[in-house]
């Protein structure tokens, strides 16, 4: 059995009078894929805020490595090896594609960037070899703007394990894409979760995605958990399919 990585207790969280997580329990292992899936509304941005440090919880605890993390700042997540992808990706647009993960060593170092300082230029490698990672080494010097949707969504993946995570949070890492570019994205990221040994918490709209990458699915609907399980499970989940329109394929559909 793979071992512990994220144990999630109790978290809640309020927005005046509405609760958007409810008592919420969580756990991820080294090396597991779960997709954490809910209607709009049910809690999940929420959920992934918390646990990336922009918001802090009312109760309950976070614990990453047998270490509680409540509470920490998002600077402080990162440093504690949290990564983050957008649904949104996160680049600069107007610098090229190695200067956007040097800029994340950096910022992970703590370091001032300059293009030509001697500190940007001692990343080169390590910048190199994380393009090598998501298969962009090839387009390291074209900027941002030139790059094709997808591989702007690799590279952004590229900055979020710039500081070696332990665990990965992927906001709608396919959005937006077509389904052999949606099934490229999910077979990168697996590799790497296999590789690095990472724990990966994702959403996902496309419910093909969600069945088919995801060891273990965690629903959520009013902030509470409805269903824990296997994908085969809980798309046999009577009260899942409930949540989702009352209809199966609604769980199978693309």
Sequence with gaps: MSASLLKVRGL????GGLRAVDSLDLDIAVGERVALMGPNGAGKSTTFNMLNGQLKPDAGHIQLNQHVIN???TEQMWALGVG???????TFQSFTVLQNVQIALLSHRKKYFNFLSSS???VVDQSMYLLGLVGLSDQ???PCS???YGDVKRLELALAISNRPR???????????????RQAMMQLTTRLVKEQKIGLLFTEHSMDVVFQYADRIVVIDQGRCIANDTPNAVKN?????SIYLGAPAALTSP
């Design 120 to 122: 940007i230029q001692r």
């Design 140 to 142: 390291a010097h074209r």
């Design 237 to 241: 989940n009577s009260l899942v399919q």
């Design 167 to 181: 665990l990965l949070i992927m906001d709608e890492p396919t959005a937006g894409m077509a389904p052999s570019e």
């Design 12 to 15: 809640c969280k309020s927005f």
């Design 146 to 148: 030139e790059l094709a």
């Design 71 to 73: 509470g920490q700042s």
């Design 84 to 90: 983050r992808t957008f649904q949104i990706a996160l």
